[in-house]
């Protein structure tokens, strides 16, 4: 209450200096400059009444008592303006000497030394250490001691020396009590004065933490902005947590309605049920993710794929990452149908060229000279080279496309080879070649594997053999190399594959560079295709070859146990 | 060799007809050719043919769907069918129900002899692999 009415007030009572003790003191001596000013105040207003109801004494005692009020209030104002212009110390001396002066003068000499008035002395002695210094109660009490052993001097009284003593030992206790308060008060600005650097520091170091922590984090949102692709982390209970503007894009939903949504509400309305099923599965579950899997999204095609993130304290969550596959996917598909649409156009007119030439070998028009039928027989084998490649372009194709299924079948490896033989002793005899075939006795009659793909392996490989041998014989020998797997191995006289050229025969469109065979065009795909379609089968191909003795292609393939093939 | 006896021949390519009917009628057989599925459905409801050489990549009707409908029906018990195909897989899996399937590029004289020999009593067997290699 006291201190809201003196709150106004504050500004003038408070004197700006750079001491603080000196601030202290000076601020203490206005608030007691105002104290008087009241009490002079109201003695005025008392005398003035008193004066006109008359009870007031004489006239001149009135007018000194007057006159004395507005000195006091006189000197109250000189001193308050010292204290705030001039030095502190300068008031506060003032102020005791009016105060010493007041009790001195204001009593009855024999009371002043002796009497009633004498310890008002002990006012001035406790408020000099106070108000000046703690050491000026000393002062002051030297003061008060000659002042009132003049006084008692004159009027011929001994003066009172226990009182001039106990205000001796008041000014000790003064001194010893203002100089406890000012080592505390010093004590506590320091204290303070630590404390408030100590926040200012603190501050400081926070303001720079923050802005970093921003410039890191505007950062790390700007590389995620600047992602092509949509990200989207999602933490332990499925909600998106963290979503760019690419993913928003992509999924056409805007940022505030992916992030706090689960993948189920994401995807509810835009994708089918089987693809959502697989994608949270795919999501929950980091065992049964796959590199990327790719679905309908609306009118696109994403390509997602997920990681696990983990932080210090463990698994934080999960980032989806989707790509748009859109373009892809639609030349995916023009692929596809690309390969389907050729395998058919370009096979069905080479498979009536070999109709129709075959019609007029057989002579269904009339009988052939025999340049007629050697020029037919040049027409079919050009044309059979070229379906050959074809087939080897399209192969290659699928296999690359990864379109190239296997279908494991239980099948007899006598028909496998009687197959072989009717399709490659024609070539094998046009050429002067013997074309040789071994099973051996303790390979199973029943095999299992894909025997359209073996097939097409030995086909190409005894058709390599015969093309590269003039002289001599190709043999197809089937063994078992070990108890785990059985074996076709194809074995020629002809030209050999030199060592350099044995690492990358089997690579697309590599032959051997070589004089002799750059008269038999191919496709260099042959090998390519076997070594491809063998591994498909979960078999191995290995070469032994010297220049000038011949070659031999083994094909390795895991015995698979007949039932087992059936039931897969 | 057996004349006047029927073989219709279901192909959609013009030059396989047209190389499978004279293998055909080489062989003996009056031949007649359809180019569609359902073509080739509408005349087996009139014809019994001793023989079909049936292709199973077809318009409208696909080939197994005919293949499938001589064999449930009595009155094409000593018809024989030869099917022709591209895949080897779908020939495989019509094997059973044909009496010889042939993988194209099926040649003239692969037709002509192998029908002459069908029609002739050469029962149907099943380890018959007469597909021609690509």
């Not at chain 1, 008392?46 to 000194?64: C, D, F, H, Y």
Request: net charge negative; proline share 3%; with cysteine.
């Amino acid at each position: 209450m006291l201190s809201s009415i003196a709150r106004p007030f504050q500004p003038l009572l408070t004197v700006r200096a750079t001491d603080p003790e000196d601030a202290r003191r000076r601020k203490l001596l206005n608030i007691l400059l105002v104290g008087v000013m009241i009490i002079t105040l109201i003695a005025l207003a008392v005398i003035s009444v008193s004066a006109l109801i008359g009870v007031a004494g004489e006239p001149w005692e009135v007018m000194l008592l007057f006159g004395m009020a507005v000195g006091a209030l006189v000197g109250v104002a000189v001193i308050f303006a010292i204290n705030r212009y001039r030095a502190g110390w300068i008031a506060s001396a003032l102020f005791l000497i009016l105060l010493t002066a007041v009790i001195t003068f204001g009593d009855d000499a024999r009371e002043v030394v002796a009497g009633r008035s004498l310890f008002m002395f002990a006012i001035p002695i406790t408020m000099a250490s106070v108000l000046i210094r703690p050491y000026a109660s000393f002062i002051m009490a030297g003061v008060t001691a000659v002042l009132i052993s003049a006084i008692a001097i004159s009027i011929n009284i001994i003066p009172n020396t226990p009182a001039i003593l106990s205000f001796v030992i008041l000014a000790l206790v003064a001194w010893l009590s203002a100089r406890s308060l000012e080592h505390a008060l010093n004590d506590l600005r320091v204290i303070n004065h630590e404390l408030d650097q100590r926040v200012a520091q603190r501050t400081q170091d926070l303001s720079e933490a923050l802005s970093r922590e921003q410039a890191e984090s505007g950062k790390n949102q700007a590389i995620l902005e600047s992602i092509a692709d949509g990200v989207i982390v999602f933490d332990n209970r499925g909600k998106a947590i963290v979503a760019n503007a690419s993913a928003a894009l992509l999924m056409g939903h805007s940022l505030d309605e992916i992030l706090h949504n689960d993948i189920q509400t994401l995807m509810a309305k835009d994708v089918d049920e089987a693809d959502r099923d697989i994608t949270i599965k795919l999501l929950r579950d980091e065992s049964q993710r796959t590199p990327s899997f790719k679905f309908r999204w609306r009118e696109k095609t994403l390509s997602v794929s997920f990681a696990t993130v983990r932080g210090a304290t463990g698994i934080i969550g999960n980032v989806m990452v989707c790509r748009d596959f859109t373009r892809e996917a639609e030349l995916d598909r023009m692929k596809s149908a690309f390969l389907s649409m050729t395998s058919h156009e370009l096979r069905t007119p080479l498979n009536a060229i070999l109709g129709y030439t075959d019609m007029l070998q057989e002579e269904v028009y009339g009988s052939l000279t025999s340049e007629q039928s050697g020029t037919l027989r040049r027409i079919t084998a050009n044309t059979s080279r070229m379906l050959g490649m074809v087939n080897n372009l399209l192969d290659q194709a699928q296999i690359e496309a990864g379109k190239l299924s296997i279908h494991v079948e239980p099948f007899a490896i006598e028909n496998l080879i009687d197959d072989l033989r009717s399709v490659t002793t024609v070539l094998a005899e046009n050429k002067g070649l013997e074309l040789t075939s071994t099973i051996e006795p303790d390979v199973p009659t029943m095999l299992a594997s894909d025997s359209q793909r073996l097939h097409q392996i030995l086909l190409n490989l005894v058709g390599n053999a015969v093309k590269f041998t003039q002289k001599g014989a190709v043999g197809v020998r089937v063994f078992l190399p070990d108890a785990n797997h059985w074996a076709l191995a194809v074995s020629d006289t002809g030209a050999g594959i030199p060592s350099e050229a044995q690492s990358y025969i089997f690579e697309p469109f590599r032959q051997v560079d070589d004089p002799i065979t750059r008269n038999n065009i191919g496709s260099g795909l042959g090998l390519s295709i076997v070594k491809q379609l063998t591994h498909l089968l979960g078999g191995d191909i290995h070469l032994e070859s010297q220049v000038g003795q011949g070659s031999t292609f083994t094909v390795i393939l895991p015995l698979v146990p007949i039932q087992e093939a059936e039931t897969a | 060799m057996i004349t006047n006896k029927l073989a219709l021949i279901i192909e959609d390519d013009f030059d396989a007809s047209m190389i499978f009917a004279t293998a055909l009628s080489k062989a003996g057989f009056e031949t007649e050719v359809v180019g569609d599925g359902a073509a080739a459905v509408t005349r087996l409801e009139t014809i019994t043919p001793a023989l079909i050489l049936l292709d199973l990549h077809l318009p409208r009707v696909v080939g197994t769907e005919i293949l499938a409908g001589i064999r449930a029906n009595e009155r094409f018990n000593n018809t024989r069918v030869i099917v022709t195909t591209a895949d080897s897989r779908m020939g495989e899996s019509v094997r059973a129900q044909a009496d010889l399937v042939l993988l194209k590029p099926t040649t003239f004289s692969q037709v002509r002899d192998l029908s002459a020999r069908l029609v002739q009593g050469v029962r149907k067997t099943p380890t018959a692999k007469l597909e021609n290699p690509s």
